[in-house]
Structures are given as C-alpha cells and as structure tokens.
C-alpha cells in the first residue's frame, strides 16, 4: 500500500514556475514507476509525466515537453513535477501516482495509487 500526498499548487501567472512534489509512506516507493497526471473542468484525467523506478528515464506528454521536468529522490520518498514556461491551458488538478509496472507506462489505468490533487491555476 502507498499513500501519496501532493503539494505545491497554486495561482501563478502565465510564464511562471511553480513546482509541485508528491511524498509517499512506505519503504517500498523505488520499486513504483512515478506518474503526474492532471485534470481540468469538464475534461479527461490526462497524462503528463512518467519517471522509472530508478530515475534514469523519463517521458513526457507532447503538451509539457521541454516546460515541465519530472524527477524523484528516493531517499526521500518524493516526486517532483518542475512546470516552467505556465501556460493557461496548464490549469488542471494535478495528481500524482504510483504504478507497479516494471517500466514507464502512460495509462492512468496502469495506475494503482493516486493522490489526492493539488489544484494549479495560470492566470493570463
């Protein structure tokens, strides 16, 4: 069982940064593929991040590529969503997972735990 609880959102104008973490409980959290997903009103939950269990690899959603960077410390039991260049359209939920595959996946139903969500909101 892992329980994830994100932080960092909130109101930051377009152009900004802002970085969200997401810490998780257990002793188990390098054997989990890390994701970031988000959602916004009236829409899908949507990819946006993935990172391997041992940080080496990535992948992005062609919306975030080269603005956000996803990484993780496993010492510490974090991952952390760096959103630079904020766009409008990045206003969302953003939500936090874990998956028990062994690579990266982009499904939220490869998903097993999710956090609760930290609301980001880019002002024009």
């Known amino acids: 069982q892992v329980q994830l609880v994100e932080s960092g959102g909130g109101l930051v104008q377009a152009g900004g940064s802002r970085r969200l973490s997401c810490a998780a409980s257990g002793r188990t959290f390098s054997r989990y593929v890390m994701g970031w997903f988000r959602q916004a009103p009236g829409k899908e939950r949507e990819f946006v991040a993935a990172i391997e269990r041992s940080g080496a690899s990535t992948t992005y959603a062609d919306s975030v590529k080269g603005r956000f960077t996803i990484s993780r410390d496993n010492a510490k039991n974090t991952v952390y969503l760096q959103m630079n260049s904020l766009k409008p359209e990045d206003t969302a939920v953003y939500y936090c997972?874990?998956?028990?595959?062994?690579?990266?996946?982009?499904?939220?139903?490869?998903?097993?735990?999710w956090g609760q969500g930290t609301q980001v909101t880019v002002s024009s």
């Open positions: 997972a874990a998956s028990a595959r062994i690579v990266i996946v982009t499904t939220k139903e490869d998903y097993n735990y």
